[in-house]
């Protein structure tokens, strides 16, 4: 089966990686990679696949960041079942945004800016209630275990946020192969055509967006239970949603890769340029140039680098 | 003679974005302290070995702090410095911890930093517990001895995490020198105008309003209530983030009479004017960033010196039991519990047209504190 | 006035036209006929410089214009009504006249716009509305009245009868031949190709990318074969 | 199969669609003729819940469907296509066909061959892989027929899907848009080319200015006074009746 | 309630929106053209005002007097960014507009860091504190100045946009390309100069706002994000919402701040923002589409 080639050789790369480069530094480079790819991909299911632009999926994240660190200081629930639990407040949050949203009519930049008004929303809304410790965010005691979501070797982690990454990757190409996935392109492409031909777009919309949630917010908890510590502008912020939109958009909207092609080069270039120069402000004046750069020559996103090489390959 | 391999000591500072101006001023200060040890012969039980930095920018990311950390640990770093927010030096020196690296925290207000049972995580500075019981004791003896002119007060904080904690422990603790407080006020970071809020404050005529706030929410605030005449008995302040030399000489009928809580070197100490006038002639400021994370770094050296040797078991233990005292700080010697230093004070200071000075405590005072400040009208 | 010689054009690899060979003279109305998919708007958007041609050279009013840019080959008043309208959706039907004279016929602007009116009262009636919710037909007229706005020398007319009513299709003949009276030259793109036959003088046939046959318009209308090929009789 | 009684649609003071009623037998292929601007279109997408009627039913099917959404009158078996193409520009031919094919099936497989099928159906077997943004005015036409084909509509709703093409390509689509209706599909198609109209149509209904003003067999309308005023012109009538003769 | 305190806040909020009106004329403009937030919008306000700001340190040019200095500068360097990066480097997708002016964002905000350092600075000009008693509340002379600044900018932008043959191709640009280039409109220069305008009302807000506020780096963050959200509410595109949305939201701001507190109150925008989108999906001043 040829359409298994490439996530197979993938999965065996990961899988790899971390028993080839064994360094902390080396590992934590690959969770940061797989991270942001898996949160990439939540945001590319729904902008990319469904054309749905949001500029505040950090309201996901939070909110799964939350819910799963919550559960587990306030009331001692493990996180494993947290993240269960926040992959299920991710795609109600979702679908709460989606079904208001498109209940309403909202489209394009419209529903990006609503998006973008609800992320801080509830980061006020957090940052104002006591539950949620307020500013000063929510500290996760140290009790190192496997047990506990809080691995004692980075390796744990590793496998854990890889799974979740392979898991996105493979809702990504089941949308390209799936019903769900064409009428999500439909919808994309134009929705007076789709809802001519039958396609429940609100319904489809609002789905997608559980979805794309419900995969933001599993990445939310893995992010708090990895540096077990947050805070509302932390998980909150705007700056998450930009990271997902770029690592989706510079690796290449809309693909199934994209994501994490785009997760690995700005990782890359982010590392790079920190230790290219220490004078303040010219490692991102570099980074932003980069991106700069890398629009220029590649429009469709990084991913043109891998079709060029390997063939045009339509969706 | 050969020389002695250089100590690699990792400065995990914000250097871009929001508080890039902050962490720079750390790094500027951990590099003097640098420069200075190594001018000075390196750590001699260690064969004279220079202090090597490696400079980071945490981007007051926790995912890039942590980046950073590992980073330098593949580099082979002996020791770090940072952070600044605590957000970041939180899951920072828990990355550290794995590999058991002294962690010297040199700005970072929260005390869950050094509570957390990390064996190599210190702290010279006082946390903002230790601030405001600074605070509070300073300002009941100034009031007290303005007949206590102040009775009342209201509370600005910004939201995060330092500013809030910050209030909380105020809250608690005004009304023990007999300051009621009518009302506690958070503001979001940023905040773009403060007119409401002076109109607010104006309605609950406080005596005092104690602000605890970073940079330039500290400064618009203070010019809003400047501007609006509000009459107060003064301003005061904990941890204030723009209370500096800078503020002073730019809006000078502004900063006047201004009261502030916050780490602040020993003005009677020639070592520290004397770096004070350094870091002016470079035209930087002399801000508590720069000299906390210089002390920081003395700290750290002292504490080489005294383990003889780059290993990080024996410089943690070194640096647990330090009683170090060569600071320039108004501190006593150094004693650490549980990494924190229990021997740190703030100092009060209030600002003239033209100056900053010490009001307390009084053994470090270079002036009397003016209290209640005359009135608008 | 317009003399293309060995056009070629297309998209990206794709190579649509190859070696196109047309002229049209001052005062003419010349038709070019083909199936479809054939190239014909190719053909003019290659002419109005909206793509570059591969290869080949267009001449109009003696000066070289291959390549050139659209806002050069407008100023010189050729001037060209797409196919599907292309009409500005979010603009009123005036504002979308007054933009037809942006770079051409500004001084003459009030007299044309009553000329327009004058041709399709419809829009007259639709003045204020915004062309997104004119319907097809109405859409039809405006992107032609706005082609009329800029007082061209040659007018290309891409499929001008689509979506027209029958009366309006032989209304827009009727002011075809009146355009064409007062001096104007059209190049007409039409699969209405009886009457756009009886409207013009001269006829090129276009197949497989190049010119299959050229000729007087009534002489092509009599050829029989061509009658069972496009014409449908 | 369909009925349309006193159906209104009002844009600001504009009546767009004037208390217009009509009726499309099972197993017809009815015609909607009437100047441009005349409210054919706005019919259309009143009548297939894109727009919804101020006043005025539809029924389909005997079923009254008057508001319903337009995925759920696709799915009862109504479809429309649109006179200003919609396609999905950036899929393939092939991908916007299979949109309208999995209304039926969640197969991928099932769906493509649907696709191909159509395809062939409407002489568009060779632009299967083709994107469609790189389609003529008239290759979208047969694509929004293909794609409405897909859905396996009993109702086909068309708008001016013969626009553009060229009379003898005209009467290439004739017999496919008959073989349509023989193979069970009620027909009620928008058109100006009035070759189509008259050799397809049983039943034609004219609206003007948002009235129905004339219905009948296009043969009997082509000489109708009132039809050739409002409507087709005299140049027209004559050719109609010069072609009829002949 | 105190009434003298809800009407002081009433008029410190439609000040405050006028500022921020300042700041969303032109990214409407943008917006309503290219189609995309224009992420650099802030970094650029943060060049101008720096340029104010030396402007009277080193030439004691008073930050009123440097407006059409301002102005003209602004609108050179937002046309020669569109000709030079904007335009060709996107290759005529809007996604990457947005990418590219988050790209020169970033690089914008970190050159400053990197030649101003990332301290702030506050200047004080003889009207600073001068203080006008309006009603209830005494406001600062420069609030008041830029507060009438703004309807003045943005009813020249809304009848330069109306009634100008350039602001209608700049319409007609926005909507159909195409079409434009058939009737001889320029169409990457129309994005150009739209570009430039936008960028060019930046320059005249800088001069309006450094004499009541402070200069920093990351200072255009303070208001973009808040402009995004008039621009969407007014409905992108209209010069009028834009008005209309940042005296709401800063109305909204205000009162918000007085009953729910400051932190808190700043949900009052998001909240409003959300409610006023689901009664109008397009804005209240958006057209169609
Ligand atoms: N933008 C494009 N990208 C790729 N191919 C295109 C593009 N536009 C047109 N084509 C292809 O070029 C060929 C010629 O198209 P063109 O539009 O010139 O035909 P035409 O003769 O005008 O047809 P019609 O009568 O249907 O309008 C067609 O096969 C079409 O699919
Ligand atoms: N959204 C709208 N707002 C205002 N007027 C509209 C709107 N939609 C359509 N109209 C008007 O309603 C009338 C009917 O339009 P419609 O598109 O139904 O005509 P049509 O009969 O299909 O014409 P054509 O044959 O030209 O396509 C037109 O005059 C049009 O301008
Ligand atoms: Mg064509
Ligand atoms: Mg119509």
Redesign the interface.
């Known amino acids: 089966m040829s359409a298994w080639r490439v996530p197979v050789a993938l999965l065996a790369v990961a899988l790899a990686y971390p028993l080839v480069f064994r360094t902390n530094f080396a590992i934590n480079f690959g969770v940061l990679v797989l991270f942001f790819a898996v949160i990439g991909q939540a945001w590319n299911i729904a902008g990319g696949f469904a054309g749905q632009l949001s500029f505040g999926h950090a309201v996901f994240f939070g909110t799964g960041a939350y819910c799963s660190t919550i559960l587990h200081v306030k009331l001692g629930i493990n996180p494993w079942l947290g993240l269960w639990a926040s992959a299920a407040a991710g795609a109600l949050v979702g679908a709460f945004i989606a079904a208001l949203s498109f209940r309403f009519g909202l489209k394009g930049s419209y529903f990006a800016l609503i998006t973008l008004a609800f992320a801080e929303a509830f980061r006020i809304l957090t940052n104002a209630v006591e539950f949620t410790g307020g500013g000063l965010g929510l500290l996760i005691p140290l009790k190192r275990s496997a047990a506990n979501f809080q691995f004692p070797e980075r390796i744990g982690f590793y496998y854990t946020i890889l799974a979740l990454a392979a898991l996105s990757i493979a809702i990504a190409l089941w949308l390209k192969r799936s019903r769900f996935g064409a009428r999500l392109a439909a919808i994309r492409e134009n929705e007076d055509a789709a809802r001519a031909l039958g396609i429940d777009t609100f319904r489809e919309k609002v789905k997608i967006m559980a979805l794309s949630g419900a995969l933001c917010a599993a990445g939310g908890t893995f992010y708090a239970q990895y540096f077990l510590y947050i805070d509302p502008v932390v998980v909150f912020g705007a700056d998450k949603s930009v990271e997902m939109l770029l690592v989706s958009m510079i690796g290449g909207t809309g693909t199934v890769y994209g994501p994490l092609i785009g997760a690995f080069l700005l990782t890359l270039v982010g590392e790079g340029t920190r230790a290219l120069t220490n004078a303040q402000g010219l490692s991102l004046i570099i980074y932003g140039g980069l991106l700069i750069v890398i629009i220029a020559f590649l429009p469709n996103g990084l991913i043109d680098l891998f079709k060029l090489r390997w063939g045009r390959r339509r969706a | 003679q050969a020389q002695a391999r250089p100590i690699k000591v990792g400065l995990v500072h914000p250097i871009t974005g929001f508080l890039a101006y902050s962490g720079g001023q750390c790094r500027m200060g951990a590099m003097m302290a640098i420069e200075e040890i190594n001018a000075a012969g390196g750590i001699k039980s260690m064969g004279g070995a220079k202090l090597e930095a490696l400079l980071g920018d945490n981007q007051a990311k926790p995912e890039v702090g942590v980046s950073v950390v590992e980073q330098m640990q593949e580099a082979g770093v002996s020791a770090y410095i940072g952070c600044f927010s605590s957000a970041v030096a939180l899951p920072a020196t828990q990355a550290a911890a794995k590999y058991n690296t002294p962690f010297v925290i040199d700005v970072g207000a929260s005390d869950n930093i050094v509570n957390r049972g990390l064996r190599n995580v210190f702290r010279l500075k006082p946390g903002f517990n230790a601030c405001v019981d600074d605070a509070i004791a300073g300002l009941g003896e100034i009031n007290k001895a303005a007949g206590s002119a102040a009775k009342s007060a209201v509370l600005v904080h910004e939201e995060s995490e330092f500013g809030t904690g910050t209030a909380k422990l105020l809250a608690g603790k005004l009304p023990s020198i007999g300051i009621e407080v009518r009302e506690v006020m958070k503001h979001a970071n940023p905040t773009r105008d403060f007119a409401n809020l002076a109109l607010r404050i104006r309605g609950l005529k406080p005596d005092l309003v104690v602000m605890s706030n970073y940079q330039n929410e500290y400064v618009l605030l203070a010019r809003t209530l400047h501007q609006q005449k509000v009459d107060l008995a003064g301003m005061f302040s904990v941890l204030g983030g723009g209370f500096n030399y800078k503020f002073v000489k730019e809006l000078p009928d502004v900063a006047q009479y201004m009261i502030d809580t916050n780490h602040w070197f020993d003005p009677t100490n020639a070592r520290a004017q004397a770096m004070k006038k350094r870091v002016e002639a470079k035209g930087d400021l002399f801000t508590f960033e720069v000299y906390l994370a210089y002390n920081a770094v003395k700290f750290l050296a002292d504490g080489m010196e005294r383990a003889g040797s780059a290993d990080k078991e024996k410089v943690n233990a070194a640096l647990a039991a330090s009683t170090w005292s060569d600071h320039f700080m108004p501190y006593g010697p150094t004693r650490m519990v549980n990494g924190q230093n229990t021997g740190g004070k703030a100092a009060i200071l209030q600002a003239s047209k033209t100056d900053i000075d010490v009001i307390w405590p009084t053994r470090f005072a270079s002036t009397k504190a003016v209290f209640p400040k005359p009135r608008f009208s | 006035m317009l003399e293309v010689r060995g056009l070629a054009a297309g998209?990206g690899e794709i190579r649509v036209l190859d070696g196109v060979d047309i002229d049209v003279a001052e005062g003419e109305i010349v038709a070019v006929?083909g199936?479809?998919?054939v190239g014909k708007?190719t053909l003019n958007n290659n002419l109005?410089?909206?793509y570059r041609p591969f290869g080949g050279t267009v001449r109009f009013c003696g000066a070289d214009i291959t390549g050139a840019?659209?806002?050069r080959?407008?100023?010189m008043g050729l001037?060209?009504?797409?196919?599907?309208?292309?009409?500005?959706?979010?603009?009123s039907v005036r504002?979308n006249l007054?933009?037809?004279s942006?770079?051409?016929g500004r001084a003459n602007r009030a007299r044309n716009l009553e000329r327009v009116t004058a041709t399709f009262p419809?829009l007259k009636e639709r003045f204020g509305q915004?062309a997104?919710?004119?319907?097809?037909?109405?859409q039809?007229?405006l992107a032609i009245g706005?082609g009329m706005m800029?007082e061209p020398r040659l007018l290309i007319l891409d499929?001008p009868s689509?979506?027209?009513?029958?009366?309006?299709?032989?209304?827009m003949f009727a002011l075809i031949r009146e355009l064409n009276g007062q001096g104007l030259s059209i190049l007409l793109i039409e699969?209405?190709?009886?009457q756009s036959l009886e409207a013009a003088h001269r006829g090129y046939i276009i197949e497989h990318g190049a010119v299959a046959m050229s000729g007087k318009a009534a002489d092509l209308a009599a050829n029989p074969d061509l009658r069972?090929?496009?014409?449908?009789? | 199969m369909l009925e349309v009684e006193g159906l209104s649609k009002i844009?600001g003071g504009l009546r767009a669609v004037d208390r217009a009623s009509l009726r499309v037998a099972e197993g017809a292929i009815a015609g909607l003729?009437?100047?441009?601007?005349?409210?054919?279109?706005t019919l259309f997408a009143a009548i297939t819940g894109f727009a919804l009627p101020d006043e005025g039913r539809v029924r389909f099917a005997g079923v009254d469907i008057t508001g319903r959404a337009p995925h759920r009158i696709c799915a009862q078996g109504m479809v429309r296509t649109f006179?200003?193409t919609q396609p999905f520009a950036q899929l393939s031919v092939r991908e916007n066909i299979m949109v309208g094919a999995y209304l039926h099936t969640p197969d991928r497989d099932e769906a493509a061959a649907r696709a191909e099928a159509v395809a062939r159906q409407v002489g568009m077997a060779a632009l299967l892989d083709r994107t469609a943004a790189?389609l003529?005015?008239?290759?979208r036409k047969r694509l929004e027929l293909a794609r409405a084909l897909a859905t396996r509509p009993k109702l086909l709703l068309l708008d001016?899907v013969m626009?553009?093409?060229?009379?003898?390509?005209?009467?290439e689509i004739i017999p496919v848009i008959r073989g349509i209706r023989d193979a069970g599909v009620t027909v009620f198609l928008i058109e100006?080319v009035?070759?189509a109209v008259m050799s397809l149509a049983e039943n034609v209904h004219v609206l003007s200015y948002g009235k129905i003003i004339a219905e009948g067999a296009p043969r009997v309308l082509a000489a109708d006074p009132v039809v050739i005023e409002a409507?087709?012109?005299h140049?027209?009538a004559q050719r109609l009746a010069g072609a009829a003769h002949a | 309630m105190d009434a003298t305190i809800l009407g002081a806040a009433v008029i410190n909020g439609l000040l405050l929106g006028g500022s921020y009106a300042l700041v969303a004329v032109g990214l409407t403009l943008i917006y309503g053209v290219l189609h995309i937030i224009n992420f650099a919008h802030g970094s650029m306000l943060m060049l101008a005002m720096y340029g104010v700001y030396f402007l009277l340190v080193k030439a004691q040019v008073d930050p009123y007097a440097a407006i059409p200095l301002m102005v003209v500068v602004m609108y050179a360097a937002g046309y020669g960014m569109y000709r030079a990066l904007i335009g060709r480097f996107s290759h005529g997708k809007d996604e990457n507009i947005l990418l590219i002016t988050l790209g020169l964002s970033i690089v914008l905000e970190n050159i400053a860091l990197f030649f101003f350092t990332g301290d702030s600075r506050n200047i004080t000009v003889s009207y600073s504190d001068r203080m006008i008693e309006l009603g209830p509340s005494l406001v600062p002379l420069p609030k008041l100045v830029s507060f009438g600044a703004s309807l003045l900018l943005c009813a020249a932008l809304a009848w330069f946009i109306a009634r100008t043959?350039t602001g209608?191709?700049i319409?007609?640009v926005?909507?159909?390309r195409?079409?434009?280039?058939?009737?001889?409109?320029?169409v990457e220069k129309i994005l150009a100069v739209s570009y430039g305008i936008g960028i060019a009302c930046l320059g005249a807000a800088a001069c309006l706002l450094v004499p009541m506020f402070y200069v920093a780096p990351t200072v255009g963050h303070l208001f973009v994000i808040v402009a995004f959200t008039i621009v969407v509410l007014g409905g992108m595109g209209s010069f009028l919402g834009a008005l209309v949305g940042a005296l709401l939201i800063g109305l909204t701001e205000s009162l918000s701040g007085l009953f729910l507190g400051e932190a808190l109150g700043q949900i009052g925008i998001s909240l409003i923002f959300i409610l006023i989108l689901l009664f109008r999906p397009t804005g209240l001043f958006g057209?169609?589409?």
């Open positions: 998209y006929l199936s479809n998919g708007s109005s410089g909206l840019d659209p806002v080959i407008v100023e001037v060209q009504v797409p196919e599907g309208r292309r009409v500005f959706p979010n603009l504002e007054l933009l037809g942006y770079r051409r419809r915004m997104a919710t004119l319907s097809g037909g109405e039809q007229m706005r800029s499929e689509l979506g027209l009513s029958p009366m309006l299709v032989d209304e699969q209405n190709a009886v069972a090929r496009y014409l449908g009789l | 844009y003729i009437g100047p441009n601007g005349a409210g054919k279109t006179q200003i790189g003529t005015v008239a290759g001016e626009a553009g093409l060229n009379p003898s390509e005209i009467d100006h009035m070759r409507y087709l012109g140049g027209a | 043959d209608r191709a319409r007609a926005a909507k159909e195409h079409g434009a280039r058939l009737v001889g409109i320029d057209g169609g589409r």
